[in-house]
Nanobody, 125 residues
């Protein structure tokens, strides 16, 4: 499986960006698709996720109401719409897939086994 993320850039506080992640080589449906981010000097942290079946969504508290995860099955693409961006949202954003396993903890990066290369998001104040 390969994931190709794009859509990052430089935006002023209050602005919006939409990240895209194209998945190729899928041979089975994952349990969850997710977005994580990592700021310099910090650990990778959960941002948002969506169950592949049922489309239930999950969000980190600080992005709830501002970010929205969605999926286009026909294009095998996962999106992260980011609105009302803040300087603290500045990070490299990664998309990831969590395989079907007995236990799925959507907020932990440990269970995700396919990762995109990351796309830089910079929010200026």
């Amino acid at each position: 499986v390969q994931l190709q993320a794009s859509g990052g850039g430089l935006v002023q506080a209050g602005g919006s960006l939409r990240l895209s992640c194209v998945a190729s080589g899928l041979t089975s449906s994952p349990a969850v698709v997710g977005w994580f981010r990592q700021a310099p000097g910090k650990e990778r942290e959960f941002v948002a996720a969506m169950r592949w079946i049922g489309s239930r969504t999950f969000y980190e508290d600080s992005v709830e109401g501002r970010f929205s995860i969605s999926r286009d099955n026909a294009k095998n693409t996962i999106y992260l719409q980011m609105n009302s961006l803040k300087p603290e949202d500045t990070a490299v954003y990664y998309c990831a897939l969590h395989p079907q396993t007995a236990t799925v903890i959507v907020e932990s990066p440990r269970g995700y086994d396919s990762w995109g290369q990351g796309t830089q998001v910079t929010v200026s104040s």
